[in-house]
């Protein structure tokens, strides 16, 4: 006959089944303590330090804006003139009017290639820094091409027609006296005068006692022994002194007639009179 009940081993079984899990006192999670953070006194640490650093940064700034701008390092002791042809380097320094012992920086080089510029022998200029100490004024001057103006009053002229120098003595070599009604970088007439005395071979205009010009289209040469040279206009400058340069030649060494007048206002059919 069965039987129906629990066994020992069922009840043990379920007695294990149930029971709670003791856990220890020492462990319970009540008791538990969290570790305290180790990013909070790095973190106040950096937020210290700055407020330094930012003070060592603007000491610094400053201390480096003092030296461009103020300090005696970096200051001018020299003036370099550079291309200078007849002017003397002391008379450009004093119009730059940079003084000695002035910050590098604070060198206001525009203004002080306005003032060169102003002479009147100065076609460019260009100032430059020249660290750690110098200033550097390139310069061109106007080179001379002819000399207007009557005895007393005459002015050098460059190629544009710029009259930039009183000349009371002889001109310099190779500047040719011009004659126009009036001389001056707008008008026709000079422009195409000057055209053609800058045209000529050097040692075609050492020869040459005199230009004249009515006019953009009546240009005339005068050589030293008299003979006129009738020029035209200013077109094919170049082939016209070439053909004057070569008749000269044949002229000098015998091989052509005298003439009184040359003309080579069409240069490949040059006319002797």
Excluded: N
């Excluded at 089944?17 to 856990?23: I, L, M, V």
């Excluded at 953070?37 to 610094?60: E, F, H, N, W, Y």
């Amino acid at each position: 006959m069965s039987r129906t009940g629990t066994t020992t081993r069922d009840r043990t079984g379920r007695s294990r089944r149930t029971s709670p899990r003791r856990t220890s006192p020492g462990r319970s999670a009540a008791s538990v303590t969290p570790l305290p953070s180790r990013r909070k006194p790095a973190r106040t640490d950096r937020r210290r330090r700055r407020p330094v650093q930012l003070g060592l940064a603007l000491v610094a700034l400053a201390a480096l804006l003092w030296l461009l701008f103020a300090g005696p390092l970096l200051t001018v002791s020299s003036l370099q003139v550079d291309g200078l042809r007849t002017l003397p380097a002391e008379q450009v320094r004093e119009a730059a009017g940079i003084e000695r012992g002035t910050p590098l920086l604070r060198v206001d080089v525009d203004a002080a290639e306005a003032r060169v510029a102003r002479l009147p022998q100065i076609a460019s200029v260009e100032v430059t820094r020249g660290w750690p100490d110098s200033v550097v004024i390139t310069v061109v001057e106007r080179v001379p091409v002819a000399i207007v103006g009557p005895p007393g009053e005459r002015s050098l002229v460059d190629a544009e027609g710029v009259l930039f120098d009183m000349v009371t003595g002889e001109p310099p070599a190779g500047v040719v006296p011009l004659d126009v009604a009036d001389p001056r970088p707008g008008d026709p007439a000079t422009l195409a005068a000057l055209a053609a005395i800058s045209a000529l071979p050097a040692d075609v205009r050492a020869g040459v006692a005199g230009a004249a010009a009515t006019g953009p289209e009546d240009i005339a040469l005068t050589l030293d022994d008299g003979t006129q040279v009738r020029w035209g206009d200013a077109s094919e400058s170049a082939a016209k002194a070439a053909a004057l340069g070569g008749l000269i030649e044949q002229l000098a060494s015998g091989a052509l007639e005298p003439a009184e007048t040359i003309d080579v206002s069409t240069p490949d059919a040059v006319v002797l009179r």
